[in-house]
């Protein structure tokens, strides 16, 4: 997943992109951190389980599009930039690891539902503590997760679009 999370060149030399490894895995753990920190117990799964269904759905319709995309390049008969469908391939994959994290986060948030965490004792209370901060947390980075994907795509479409726009200017020269 790491190796993905790199600045876009236009000679093909792609340093890793630490300020959005940074943001996509630290912006998380704060709010875990902070949640654990204050003891916040997370009692609203109704919320969490419909913000992740959301976010699910969301991304499954952009792997779907994602997907297509970079089939339709790959099968096209011109050379096709190596950048350019690492980004479709980099997007794809945080797509494919936000699933991952909601149906985790959807997991944790439902164990939490279902447990009494009115006069516990002290390990029930760190568990429902720990599951309370981790939809939250996984939110936080499907949400991050969602906003790359995003620009992946946008730059996708602008390289795309040039290259059919030079494409078909040289057909009327």
């Known amino acids: 997943m790491l190796s993905g999370l790199r600045r876009r060149s236009t000679n093909g030399a792609e340093k890793p992109d630490w300020g959005a490894r940074v943001a996509l895995f630290g912006i998380p753990a704060v709010v875990a951190t902070a949640l654990i920190a204050t003891q916040t117990i ?101 949400a991050l997760s969602l906003i790359f994907v995003a620009n992946l795509l946008w730059d996708g479409f602008v390289n795309e679009e040039a290259d059919n726009t030079r494409e078909n200017l040289s057909d009327f020269e």
């Not at 994959?93 to 965490?117: C, R």
């Open 42 to 142: 997370a009692n609203e799964a109704e919320m969490m389980l419909a913000a992740a269904a959301l976010l699910v759905g969301a991304l499954l319709a952009g792997f779907a599009q994602v997907a297509a995309w970079r089939e339709r390049i790959l099968t096209r008969g011109r050379k096709v930039d190596a950048v350019r469908i690492r980004a479709l391939n980099e997007a794809g994959a945080l797509i494919l690891m936000s699933i991952h994290v909601s149906v985790g986060a959807a997991v944790a948030v439902f164990i939490l539902a279902l447990m009494d965490t009115e006069d516990v004792e002290p390990l029930t209370h760190w568990i429902a503590v720990t599951l309370g901060a981790a939809g939250p947390a996984a939110l936080a980075y499907v």
